[in-house]
């Protein structure tokens, strides 16, 4: 009788929680649209001057949208990309990152890459700034 109740339950828990993290992951992704503002970058490698003037940081928005795509704007450059938000990566086009934190005013993503020790990891707010 014991086995019975078990085969009778494990679907019903499973079913369970699959839908939870379903639940999780739109959530996530609610937290996610809007537009985000790169506060930093923090590498491993080191920082190389140019002409003895250490460059201004460049201004990188990442405005995601509902419909799964990205706009992307870096400097003068802009473009668009689909993404993918699971509980651990978050995926831009061809790019993987691995979660570290989101919430409502702070992303943290670290590049997921063979070489590890090259890895950045990347840090912004949310903003309201838009990109045109």
Do not use: H
Not at 62 to 82: C, N
């Amino acid at each position: 009788m014991v086995s019975f109740n078990l085969i009778t339950i494990l679907p019903i828990f499973i079913l369970t929680m699959l839908s939870v993290a379903e639940t999780n992951g739109q959530q996530k992704n609610q937290v996610l649209i809007g537009t985000w503002e790169r506060l930093e970058e923090e590498s491993e490698l080191p920082q190389i001057e140019i002409g003895g003037e250490c460059s201004k940081p460049i201004e990188v928005l990442l405005m995601f949208k509902e419909d799964r795509t990205i706009k992307v704007k870096q400097g003068s450059q802009i473009y668009e990309s689909e993404y993918k938000l699971t509980t651990k990566e978050l995926i831009l086009g061809n790019r993987k990152y691995k979660l570290l934190k989101l919430d409502s005013d702070s992303l943290i993503m670290k590049e997921i890459s063979q070489w590890e020790s090259l890895a950045s990891t990347y840090r912004y707010f949310k903003t309201s700034k838009r990109i045109k």
